[in-house]
């Protein structure tokens, strides 16, 4: 059980055991008196006349369109409703439950102006393993109102959730589990729907996937160091930090550990791509860290728009418009990381094509027994070129796009989600260019008459449990599949 004692306890280890391992979480009654302090503080506003966003007033373009004082609660209900129009398969439970995780929290600061019950209610869902279905797309919103209508509509019976697999009604879940349908106050139903949870917890999952495929990469081109028997000088850490490049010399000290040490006599310089790994790894790995500090902080953070804040200093108590619903870092973060992994791919697509040249691998030309008369691996090659090219497309920023909406009151989006749903594309690329890279690498260590490092040697001889050496044409389809399962696993990582 994990107690929430501030809005602000959560950090990406605790978010994880949340999301990924389902550990409950229990409420602070002090913080939850704190949240009705501040409710009871904004209902004051309303009550004295104070304009709302949302609530004295309509959304969007009809910001201006005053709200009935008796239709005021029914809005908040229908703003989950009328704007549910995403379609297509659902986002992972991880992120659909993350982003309640997030939105929980944000409440929790008081900032949103929601009741305790309504907080009450999402960590009971989190802790009743309520996953709603939010559609995967499309979502151009300047916020995500449309991913969080389909999410929070299922808190008032409305939609769908997910149970076993199977797509049930919301209110039918819901009794299921003796819970009664929420209805959403003052306030709530604004609240739900304006703020940006899915943006973080989409690229949580996406970083925490991005990571053990660096390690991969980074496997593999130590692999290839070892089958080619090209000088590990490269990869020392003095030079990493003559450059005062902490995540190049890990990666440099990473090689030297697949290699035990490596081969440091002095020898003609290996191509480029052999090279460069630890600076172009190491750049990944500097993103990687440096997205995943964002992320510690948004995991914190309120993003909520209009917030109820008190007085502070010469700032008067009231409603502030805000724009934290803006995942703009994040949607930078995306996008770089999408750049980076393709450049690591395109990494590996060098360093096949040597490893097919008998010039450069001192193997037998494409990896075949019977050079000319058999292929050997050289359509592994124009496969990772597919795979590659399709990358750079996909690396290119959605951050950088604009457009009017609502009339032109929401006239600028992040587009953080379609950033991650190109990177999350462009991961599955990547995976299976390290697949076929695999296969290529295993062929190698079978043509290579010395032996290889200790954990090298464990790694082939565990590649060597799913490919067989490639005596012979054969359809190597299936094989790269194997493989890439393989790397997904991690397996290959505990040697």
Same mark, same amino acid.
């Given at each position: 059980?994990?107690?929430?004692?501030?809005?602000?306890?959560?950090?990406?280890?605790?978010?994880? %055991?949340?999301?990924?391992?389902?550990?409950?979480? @229990?409420?602070?009654?002090?913080?939850?008196?704190?949240?009705?302090? %501040?409710?009871?503080?904004?209902?004051?506003?309303?009550?004295?006349?104070?304009?709302?966003?949302?609530? *004295?007033?309509? =959304?969007?373009?009809?910001?201006?369109?005053?709200?009935?004082?008796?239709?005021?609660?029914?809005?908040?209900?229908?703003?989950?409703?009328?704007?549910?129009?995403?379609?297509? #398969?659902?986002?992972?439970?991880?992120?659909?439950?993350?982003?309640?995780?997030?939105?929980? *929290?944000?409440?929790?600061?008081?900032?949103?102006?929601?009741?305790?019950?309504?907080?009450? $209610?999402?960590?009971?869902?989190? &802790?009743?393993?309520? *996953?709603?279905? $939010?559609?995967?797309?499309?979502?151009?919103?300047?916020? /995500?109102?449309?991913?969080?209508?389909?999410?929070?509509?299922?808190?008032?019976? /409305?939609? =769908?959730?997910? @149970?076993?697999?199977?797509?049930?009604?919301?209110?039918? !879940?819901?009794?299921?589990?003796?819970?009664?349908?929420? /209805?959403? @106050?003052?306030?709530?139903?604004?609240?739900?729907? &304006?703020?940006?949870?899915?943006?973080?917890?989409?690229?949580? !999952?996406?970083?925490?996937?991005?990571?053990?495929?660096?390690?991969?990469? *980074?496997? !593999?081109?130590?692999?290839?160091?070892?089958?080619?028997?090209?000088?590990?000088?490269?990869?020392?850490?003095?030079?990493?930090?003559?450059?005062?490049?902490?995540?190049?010399?890990?990666?440099?000290?990473?090689?030297?550990?697949?290699?035990?040490?490596?081969?440091? #006599?002095?020898?003609?310089?290996?191509?480029?791509?052999?090279?460069?790994?630890?600076?172009?790894?190491?750049?990944?790995?500097?993103?990687?860290?440096? $997205? /995943?500090?964002?992320? #510690?902080?948004?995991?914190?953070?309120?993003?909520?728009?209009?917030?109820?804040?008190?007085?502070?200093?010469?700032?008067?108590?009231?409603?502030?418009?805000?724009?934290?619903?803006?995942?703009?870092?994040?949607?930078?973060?995306?996008?770089?990381?999408?750049?980076?992994?393709?450049?690591?791919?395109?990494?590996?697509?060098?360093?096949?094509?040597?490893?097919?040249?008998?010039?450069?691998?001192?193997?037998?030309?494409?990896?075949?027994?019977?050079?000319?008369?058999?292929?050997?691996?050289?359509?592994?090659?124009?496969?990772?070129?597919?795979?590659?090219?399709?990358?750079?497309?996909?690396?290119?920023?959605?951050?950088? &796009?604009?457009?009017?909406?609502?009339?032109?009151?929401?006239? =600028?989006?992040? =587009?953080?989600?379609?950033?991650?749903?190109?990177?999350?594309?462009?991961?599955? &690329?990547?995976?299976?260019?390290?697949?076929? @890279?695999?296969?290529?690498?295993?062929?190698?260590?079978?043509?290579?008459?010395?032996?290889?490092?200790?954990?090298?040697?464990?790694?082939?001889?565990?590649?060597?449990?799913?490919?067989?050496?490639?005596?012979?044409? %054969?359809?190597?389809?299936?094989?790269?599949?194997?493989?890439?399962?393989?790397?997904?696993?991690?397996?290959?990582?505990?040697?």
């Amino acid at each position: 059980m994990i107690r929430l004692d501030s809005h602000d306890a959560l950090d990406l280890g605790l978010y994880r %055991r949340v999301v990924r391992e389902g550990e409950q979480v @229990e409420l602070a009654p002090a913080l939850l008196q704190r949240v009705d302090q %501040r409710r009871a503080a904004m209902l004051r506003a309303l009550e004295a006349g104070t304009p709302a966003y949302g609530v *004295t007033t309509g =959304f969007g373009y009809m910001a201006k369109h005053p709200i009935p004082a008796e239709e005021q609660r029914g809005l908040q209900r229908s703003v989950l409703l009328g704007r549910s129009v995403g379609v297509g #398969e659902p986002l992972p439970r991880e992120v659909v439950r993350g982003a309640m995780l997030l939105r929980l *929290t944000g409440f929790l600061s008081g900032d949103a102006g929601v009741s305790s019950d309504l907080c009450r $209610v999402l960590a009971e869902r989190l &802790n009743d393993d309520w *996953t709603p279905y $939010v559609p995967s797309g499309p979502h151009g919103a300047a916020g /995500e109102v449309i991913p969080l209508s389909h999410l929070s509509q299922t808190l008032v019976g /409305e939609g =769908f959730v997910l @149970e076993e697999g199977e797509r049930v009604p919301a209110r039918e !879940a819901l009794s299921r589990r003796g819970a009664e349908p929420y /209805e959403p @106050e003052l306030k709530e139903g604004a609240a739900l729907v &304006n703020g940006a949870p899915f943006a973080p917890a989409l690229a949580i !999952a996406l970083v925490d996937r991005a990571r053990p495929l660096l390690e991969h990469a *980074t496997l !593999a081109a130590a692999l290839a160091t070892a089958v080619t028997s090209a000088s590990a000088r490269p990869f020392s850490p003095r030079i990493g930090r003559l450059k005062r490049d902490l995540q190049q010399v890990a990666v440099q000290e990473r090689l030297l550990e697949w290699l035990e040490g490596g081969d440091l #006599e002095d020898r003609p310089q290996a191509p480029v791509s052999l090279r460069v790994v630890p600076q172009v790894h190491g750049s990944a790995l500097r993103v990687l860290d440096a $997205v /995943e500090g964002h992320l #510690e902080q948004e995991v914190r953070g309120v993003s909520d728009s209009p917030l109820y804040l008190l007085s502070d200093a010469d700032e008067p108590e009231g409603f502030y418009p805000s724009g934290n619903f803006h995942s703009q870092v994040l949607a930078f973060d995306l996008d770089l990381l999408a750049i980076a992994f393709a450049q690591v791919a395109n990494l590996v697509e060098k360093r096949l094509h040597r490893l097919l040249d008998a010039r450069f691998s001192g193997l037998s030309e494409q990896l075949s027994l019977r050079p000319g008369v058999e292929t050997g691996g050289s359509v592994l090659h124009k496969g990772v070129v597919a795979l590659c090219a399709e990358n750079r497309m996909l690396a290119t920023p959605a951050s950088v &796009n604009s457009a009017d909406t609502s009339f032109g009151q929401e006239d =600028f989006q992040a =587009f953080a989600f379609l950033s991650a749903d190109k990177l999350r594309r462009l991961l599955d &690329n990547v995976e299976l260019v390290l697949a076929y @890279e695999l296969l290529a690498l295993r062929q190698a260590r079978h043509l290579k008459g010395t032996p290889l490092p200790g954990p090298l040697e464990r790694v082939c001889d565990e590649l060597g449990q799913i490919v067989q050496p490639l005596e012979a044409d %054969r359809p190597l389809g299936p094989e790269v599949d194997r493989l890439r399962d393989l790397a997904r696993s991690g397996r290959l990582l505990d040697y």
